[in-house]
């Protein structure tokens, strides 16, 4: 995708000072500046002509265009791939013009920006208004899949997967299909290839849930989704877990097996982690 614009001066510098200082590369003939950044390649000349190019061009560019009408997309994002304890969570929501005034009224961004109480909040009130499709991948499920598949494929499955439930669901995906990107896209592809159905012409993007309001909101849902299974498993323990991967969670292995003995740890850990041979020492 390209977009090229004509700048005032003004405009300009202000696009260079909102650019990391590390992404600007050897300036071109005739170019004020040349950026490089995940998705776009921004290059200003001292015409006024600014050239945003990549798959991120329009949302670089979006500052210093006119206002669009809010364009009606699909996003998804994952959460609990670095926790220890509790499930793997993949979320796909669909916005459309009627959602975006919606969102306006919540401090809506990546879930690992926000508090867990305000998570749940947020989700409480739009859960149900918000087209979504979310899925668990519970421990003990989990740990029999990663004995086949990589993180990064389980991930591609479940993203997959929510696609196509969300399709069915809304009748119909729109164009804008985002993906929170985790790995290449011909890589992604390649892991559905033994899927029944595959959803394509995905838009691959890191740090999507800062440019496209369906994966902030898909991401909230997921950890919103992660929150309540960890409260339950929890509650069926009667133990207390740490969240994440530290030292904390080591020790939280050790108590759960003298509680609940060696087996059972399979039911609420992943058992890859180096946590586990840590614990056990």
Known sequence: MVQSL???PGQIEQLRTSLPAYSFTKTPPYAVFQAKLEGCTITAYSSGKVVFQGNDAEYYASPYTEKKEFVTQC???????GDYFGPVVVCACYLDKTHYPLLKQYKIQDSKQLTDP???SIARELIDIIPHSLLILDPARYNQVHKQYNMNKIKAILHNKCYCHLQKKTGSLPSLRVVDQ???PDLYYKYL???PEII???HFTTKAENKFPAVAIASIFARYGFLCYFEKMEEQYDIRLHKGASDLVDEDIRR????????ALQNVGKLHFRNTEKALG
């Open 256 to 263: 759960f097996i003298e509680k609940h003995g060696k087996d």
């Open 200 to 202: 394509n012409s995905i």
């Open 118 to 120: 305000e998570i749940i």
């Open 182 to 184: 985790f790995c290449e």
């Open 193 to 195: 290839s033994q899927e």
């Open 75 to 81: 996003g998804s994002d994952e959460v609990g791939t």
């Open 6 to 8: 004509t700048l005032t």
